[in-house]
Every structure is written in structure tokens, then in C-alpha cells.
């Protein structure tokens, strides 16, 4: 059993959606559901743009791919971070080229520096090898490595020494002199930790080993401080940090959110099927591991409420301590443990919050399960934004 998917230390936080309307969306669209409230997507840009300022907002957009999400935050002047051809589409789709797009990733396609030139994205190099691969003339950025310890899951940690991604501090130089023979034009560097960062100190320090690269690089245009924003994260005190670090070498800053952006937007709706005792108290819910990854994959924590019932009253002793347990056929499939519920009942809501970010994105058709629809809230209706799979959709490409 582990402690860590303990929901006790974290603050409930669902998306902000009355209740009446979640019984709506439930029953209009079926469960799992995932329901996203544009008022809170638009709050978390706003913070973001208070927050940073002038610097220019690069949306990761695996954290949520859906197009209304995307034209969404593109309407509001943000642009895009790509790592697959799919995603350069995406982004192609919702009118994003140009200035507004960055292609990035550790493995890059020949159809993702093709779209991407086609585009004039500007490409993050991840290794000296890319140099004659990317289009002639390419702007580029270089990903560094600072090659620190993190305070994330290690699955999520991306700048630690043994993580494949960047180059060393010590190859900037060289390969920043490379990309100008070769013809490309480097705009600068680019760093990006991990995802679901806990201490502000670690990007203190990711921007400070950029800093000290500044006497061999001399000055530039941009520095990326690229994203993985806890959800509390001191978004101020982060941007002061990243700001300091740009000014070191005359550049413009840019940065890459995706969780941040879309996380507490977005609440999986789900149902009880059940209730049963084993060695532990399970409820048993029409969502699991296909329609949320995180907790299995990185021991996420999501905030677990149920929807239009009383207050939970731990107190008053009608509350008991749940495992929020999936149907699949996995022993990993629990979403959340100890999760203090008031006597479940077949069919009761439950609300799964900060779900918006790689939740939906990270859902999967694994036992042909069809992935969930979508809904958007307007503050007074709804609007499907995907419609739930259906078994022949997951079967369609199969002979
Ligand atoms: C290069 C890059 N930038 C930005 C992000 C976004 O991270 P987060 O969603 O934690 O903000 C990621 C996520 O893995 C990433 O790999």
C-alpha cells in the first residue's frame, strides 16, 4: 500500500463546476467523463501572464491536445510546444506557425523537422547530431542538461545527469558554434527540469547553471525556462529567478507550461459500481489506469470529492476511507487511496480533480475500453468537445 497516493495532505480542488451541472454532464454524456471549466483555463493563463510578463508562453501541449483547448489558449496569445508530427498537426490545425511554434524532443522524425521547417518552427536541439538534419537555415534553441536532482518522481525528472535529454554545459559552445557553420541561426538556450517540480529552488538552480554559461556563449536572444510548474508553485518567484538568467545574457525569456495551464481545469467524472472488502476497503469506479495514468505511472495524488453529497464529516464518524479502485484486470489500476468518502452507493459521482493536465492525453484504448468524451463548460452549459470512443472506433485501422 503505498502512502504516497494518500489524498490527506493535498487540498480538494475540483474544477469550480456546480454540482447540478455535473449531474448534468454525467448524465448527458456518460461517465468517465472528463469536463474541463474554461473560466479556470483562462484564469491559469492569466496568472501565468501576470506572473512572467513580457515573456513569450509556449503551450507543452502534451499535457491536453484537445483543439478546443488549444484554440483557446491560442485566442489568447499563446503559442505552442510540439514533440510529435501529431502535435505539429495539431498546431497546424488551430492556425499556430511561425513565431508561435516550437518543435522540440529527444528523437526528432524527418516528418517533424519537415513539418516543422514547412512551418518556420523554431527547433529545441537536443544533440550536436541534429546539426545537418534540421532544415537549412533553421532558428534554433539548445536544450541544455544541468545535470541536477530534482524534487519530482524520477519518472518526470528530465534534467538529472543520467537523463537522456540535452547537452552538457560544457557542449553548448561548441555545438552553438556548429549550428552557426552549418547555416541556423541560434536564438539561445533552453532548459526544462521535469514536471510537477515541488521546490522553487530547483529552477533557482537549472536557471543559474545557464547563467554561468553566459561568458562562453556570449550574449543572446532567448532563454527558455522552459515549464514543469508545480500546481502551487510561486509563479512569481519562479519568473523573478528565470528573468535574472535571461537578463544575464541580454535575452528575451520564453517559457513552456503545460500543467500548469490546464491541470485544475479539468475534473474525470466517474461512477460507482461498487463497493467490496478485501485487505482494504475498496470503491470500485468506472475509471481507471485507461482514463488516468498518472497515479500508477508517477504515484500521482488527485483530489477526490463526491459530487452534490454532503460534506465529508470525518469527525461525525459516517465517513470511511476508500481505495478508488478501476475495472481493469491490473493490480495497479487504484486511482487513489484513502480517500474519505460517505458510504458509497452504485451510481454515486465522484469527482476527480486537477485531472486536466495528461489525464485525457495520457487515456488508452488497453482493453479495447473506449476513451472518454469530453465536455467544456461555459459557466452555463456545456459543450462536447470529444465524443467518447466507441469499440469500433479502437478496432477501425485493424483488418
Ligand atoms: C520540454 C518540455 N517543456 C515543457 C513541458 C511541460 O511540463 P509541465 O507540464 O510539467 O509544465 C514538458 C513536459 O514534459 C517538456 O518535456
Known sequence: MSASLSP?????????????????????FGTPLYVYNA???????????????????????????????????????VGFECVSPGEIARAEHVGAAGDALLVNGPAKSDAEYAAGGRLGATFIVDRAGEAPLLPPGSRVLVRVNPALAVSTHDHLATGAANSKFGVTPEQVPPLLDALRAAGHTPLGLHVHIGSAIRDAHDFTAAF????????????????????????????????????????????????EPGRYLVARAGTLLTRVVGTKRTGRDFCLVDAGMTE??????YGAVHPVTAVGKAAVDE???EVGLWDLAGPACE?????????????????DLLAIGEAGAYGAAMSSS????????????????????????????VWAMEL
Open 315 to 317: 469527525a461525525a464518524g
Open 366 to 393: 488497453y482493453l479495447t475500453r473506449s476513451r472518454p468524451a469530453e465536455a467544456l463548460w461555459d459557466g452555463s452549459d456545456w459543450t462536447l468537445i470529444r465524443r467518447r470512443e466507441t469499440p469500433q472506433d
Open 331 to 347: 493490480s495497479g489500476d487504484v486511482l487513489a487511496r484513502d480517500v474519505p468518502l460517505p458510504a458509497p452507493q452504485r451510481g
Open 8 to 28: 490527506a495532505a493535498r487540498t480538494p480542488s475540483v474544477a469550480r463546476i456546480p454540482a447540478a451541472a455535473l449531474h448534468d454532464a454525467a448524465g448527458r
Open 39 to 77: 473560466a479556470e483555463l483562462d484564469a491559469a493563463v492569466a496568472r501565468v501572464q501576470a506572473a512572467f510578463g513580457d515573456a513569450r508562453v509556449y503551450y507543452a501541449m502534451k499535457a491536453n491536445p484537445n483543439l478546443s483547448v488549444l484554440r483557446r489558449l491560442f485566442a489568447a496569445g
Open 292 to 297: 488516468l495514468m498518472r497515479p500508477m505511472l
Open 208 to 255: 543559474g547553471r545557464l547563467a554561468e554559461l553566459r561568458p562562453h556563449t556570449g550574449p543572446l536572444a532567448v532563454l527558455d525556462a522552459g515549464g514543469g510548474w508545480g500546481l502551487d508553485a510561486d509563479l512569481p518567484g519562479i519568473a523573478r529567478e528565470a528573468w535574472a538568467a535571461a537578463h544575464a545574457f541580454g535575452a528575451q525569456l520564453w517559457v
